[in-house]
């Protein structure tokens, strides 16, 4: 046996789609602030006698991402029961798809340190969310005892499987990522809502050509964790081969506080779950409404035609068009003031300053930021103090504007008369600075820039006091 590993992937994506009403009820899905168990009613809670009725809304947002995946969409989809007993599962059995899924063989194009990965879809199929877990004193090993919110029970998921396409953490990062893009686009799932998206990963080491055991680890709740419990079980798995062990198939759990996964329960595999179809869902064709359901321009889409119709550079155009409201706010700056002055502005100070307060980009109004960009287009602001007063607006509590702060605090360009003046009084007071440029240090001069900008209030133009500066110097050295 040698050390040639080869790592595969797949991952099982389960996106809570963001419909009003759960799948097979009228129970509200509007519930995170709400009292445990209190968004409940007999279809979702399996009482005898109640029946499920299918969430139009749930199968069309499940056609849109499968259009998006460039999927087939099935002509007849079916429902099946998948039984098994967990405490979260109020009816013993989840209602799910299994031989015929609304969506199947479809792709999806990932980039990895610049190079495309295409990734297989198997499928992206329907079904309801289990209820929530609450671990009381610990992880799931350690807590004391275990609290049930049947709040969550019902709400719809579409699963999105992939193909064992994927050969390192930082591949299935890229997928995630990718994917969560797709969905924000297409308005089919609230990423602010905790649980959202929720990552199954399985994984196996194939060494000399021989497929090792898979194992699964459930329920990953972020992109982060999604690297570190992929990286932890491939140094398991390595490790365990190196030795001459064996890898158990099974599933594992990921404990986010310590960075380890461990193990749950052996693997359960297909025979395990009894399928049969749900008698009291019938089939569903898609034939009567599928072509009319619409797909938006998708993020690879946006950043091309931004790369095409405003002129910025690849690398700007990924910033711009990782969030579709990101992407619809510099646009709508972009129609005010030129372009590339917008993406730079956007891409750069905006986001940066943003990402630094924890602030999405709704937290500012496009016009108000275009009317600060425009004063810097304009010429009538410095870029240092357009970032001052853009901080400034950001941490306000008051409403104030970035042209707000410019005004009341006078941040506008200085006039020139007042530059020169400025620029004397630098040269006056400070002899030895000016004796340091004169003898070849040119670095003194922007210390005298500095005495300038601070004279003025960092209004004036620091090339233009350079300028300015140099030529004082040389005026006062010939007279």
């Known amino acids: 046996m040698t050390d040639d590993f080869e790592v595969v992937i797949g991952l099982e994506i389960h996106v809570q789609l963001d419909t009003e009403t759960k799948m097979f ?17 007999p279809v979702c809670l399996g009482l005898p006698g109640s029946l499920p009725v299918v969430n139009e809304r749930a199968v069309e947002y499940a056609v ?36 015929a899924p609304i969506n199947e063989d479809g792709r999806l194009v990932v980039s990895v340190e610049g190079e495309d990965h295409e990734i297989g879809i198997t499928r992206a199929h329907m079904e309801e969310d289990p209820g929530a877990l609450t671990h009381k004193g610990g992880s799931i090993e350690r807590s004391k005892y275990t609290l049930v919110d049947y709040n969550r029970s019902g709400t719809p998921l579409l699963e999105i499987v992939t193909e064992p396409d994927i ?29 959202a998206l929720r990552v199954d990963a399985n994984i196996s080491i194939s060494q000399d050509g021989t497929e090792g055991n898979r194992t699964e680890v459930k329920n ?9 419990a992929l990286r932890y079980e491939v140094t398991r798995q390595k490790n365990r081969l190196k030795r001459g062990g064996e890898v158990v198939q099974e599933t594992r759990h990921y404990d986010d506080d310590r960075g380890v996964t461990v193990t749950l329960r052996e693997k359960e595999e297909e025979k395990d779950y009894r399928y049969f179809e749900e008698a009291d869902i019938p089939v569903l064709r898609t034939t009567e409404f599928k072509d009319d359901v619409h797909v938006p321009e998708l993020p690879r889409e946006r950043r091309a035609r931004f790369e095409d119709e405003y002129g910025v550079s690849d690398e700007v155009a990924e910033k711009l068009t990782s969030r579709k409201s990101v992407a619809d706010f510099y ?30 980009v ?88 500095g005495q300038v900008m601070q004279k003025t209030g960092g209004s004036a133009d620091p090339a233009v006091v350079n300028d300015v500066l140099r030529d004082e110097i040389a005026q006062k050295q010939e007279g």
């Open 64 to 99: 849109r991402v499968g259009k998006a995946l460039e999927c087939s969409i099935c002509d007849e989809t079916r429902f099946h029961r998948k039984n098994y007993y967990y405490p979260d599962l109020p009816k013993n059995f989840q209602i799910s798809q299994y031989d």
């Open 167 to 195: 050969r390192s953490p930082e591949e299935a990062r890229a997928v995630v990522e990718t994917l969560r893009e797709i969905l924000e686009y297409l308005g089919v799932y609230d990423s602010g809502r905790s649980g």
């Open 25 to 41: 009820c009228s129970c509200s899905t509007d519930y995170e602030d709400s009292e445990p168990n209190t968004h409940t009613c």
């Open 362 to 449: 709704t937290a500012v109004d496009a016009q108000e930021f275009a009317a600060l960009v425009e004063l810097v287009a304009e010429d009538e602001l410095t870029d240092a103090n357009a970032v001052e007063a853009l901080r400034a607006a950001l941490d306000d509590d008051e409403g104030r504007t970035p042209v707000d702060v410019v005004d009341e605090r006078d941040l506008r360009k200085a006039d020139d008369d007042v530059t020169v003046e400025a620029t004397r009084e630098a040269v006056e007071e400070n002899p030895d600075a000016v004796q340091d440029y004169l003898g070849g240090d040119d670095e003194a001069i922007n210390y005298l820039v």
């Open 220 to 228: 990953i709740g972020s992109t982060k964790g999604v690297v570190r």
């Open 331 to 360: 646009e709508e700056v972009a129609a005010r003031v030129d372009a590339s002055l917008a993406a730079t502005w956007t891409a750069d100070e905006l986001l940066g300053e943003l990402n630094y307060r924890d602030l999405d």
